[in-house]
C-alpha cells in the first residue's frame, strides 16, 4: 500500500475491528537491524513455497532491495518493512495479522537480548525504560516512554508517531512480551488500549506479569 497519505484499511483485510484501522507510514525510516530480523523470521519460518509466495506478493522493486545486503546501522523506509510484513501476514499468517506478534517477539530477542545481558540483568521495568530510551536509535518517527505501575505492571506509549500501521502496533505486543521474558518476567500479557490507527492520540500498551 502506497502510505503518502493517511489510508484506511477495510476491516476484513487483516481481522474484524469496531473501528475503521488506518496507516501513514510516509517518511519514516526504521534501522537495518529490525527489518533484517523481520526478514530473517519469515526465512526461518516460511515453507519454501510460503517464502516463494511471499515474494510473489511484493514489488519486484521492494524484492530487489531485501535481497541487497542490509546493514544493521543503516537506515531503511519504514514502507520496506511494512510491505514484507503484509507479505508475511498474507502467506505465512494466512491473512491473519496475529503473526506479527511472533515477529515481534523475534525481532526483541534478536536486537535487545545482548542489550540486556550488558545492564547486567535489570528487571523488567528498568529494562523497559532502557528500550524506550533506546527507541530513536531504531526508528525516526516519535518517542516511547515507559511508566512503571509497581509489582509486575507497567505501560509503554508510542507518543507523537508520525507513522503507524495496525501491522507495527501487532508486532510491538510480541516485542514488549518478549522483552518482559528477557527480563525474567514470567506470566506475561501485553495489550493495546488505545490505538492511533483508530484515530486515537497514541498508541498505548498495558504491560502485565508475575512479579
Known amino acids: 500500500m502506497t502510505s503518502a497519505i493517511c489510508s484506511a484499511i477495510p476491516e476484513d483485510r487483516f481481522e474484524s475491528r469496531r473501528d475503521p484501522v488506518r496507516e501513514y507510514t510516509a517518511g519514516g525510516r526504521i534501522k537495518g537491524a529490525v527489518l533484517r530480523a523481520h526478514l530473517r523470521w519469515a526465512r526461518e519460518h516460511a515453507t519454501m513455497d510460503q517464502f516463494k509466495a511471499l515474494l510473489d506478493?511484493?514489488?519486484?522493486?521492494?524484492?530487489?532491495?531485501?535481497s541487497s545486503t542490509i546493514y544493521a546501522t543503516s537506515w531503511y523506509p519504514l514502507q520496506t518493512m511494512i510491505?514484507?510484513?503484509r507479505a508475511i501476514v498474507a502467506t505465512i499468517g494466512s491473512g491473519g495479522r496475529s503473526v506479527m506478534r511472533s515477529v515481534g517477539?523475534?525481532?526483541?530477542?534478536?536486537?535487545?537480548g545482548?542489550?540486556?545481558?550488558?545492564?547486567?540483568?535489570?528487571?523488567?521495568?528498568?529494562?523497559?525504560?532502557h528500550v524506550a530510551?533506546?527507541?530513536?536509535?531504531?526508528?525516526d518517527f516519535g518517542a516511547l516512554t515507559w511508566e512503571s505501575l509497581?509489582?509486575?505492571?507497567?505501560?509503554?506509549?508510542?507518543?507523537?508517531?508520525?507513522c503507524f500501521s495496525p501491522l507495527l502496533c501487532e508486532a510491538s505486543l510480541g516485542l514488549y512480551e518478549e522483552c518482559v521474558?528477557?527480563?525474567?518476567g514470567t506470566g506475561v500479557s501485553?495489550?493495546?488500549?488505545?490505538?492511533?490507527c483508530r484515530d486515537e492520540k497514541h498508541c498505548r500498551f498495558e504491560v502485565r506479569w508475575r512479579a
Open 57 to 66: 506478493a511484493m514489488p519486484a522493486a521492494r524484492v530487489t532491495e531485501l
Open 83 to 85: 510491505d514484507l510484513d
Open 105 to 112: 517477539r523475534f525481532s526483541a530477542a534478536t536486537n535487545l
Open 114 to 129: 545482548q542489550l540486556h545481558r550488558s545492564l547486567f540483568r535489570e528487571d523488567p521495568h528498568s529494562f523497559l525504560r
Open 133 to 139: 530510551l533506546l527507541q530513536s536509535q531504531f526508528t
Open 150 to 162: 509497581g509489582g509486575g505492571l507497567g505501560r509503554i506509549t508510542h507518543r507523537y508517531w508520525r
Open 181 to 184: 521474558r528477557i527480563a525474567g
Open 190 to 196: 501485553v495489550e493495546e488500549t488505545s490505538c492511533a
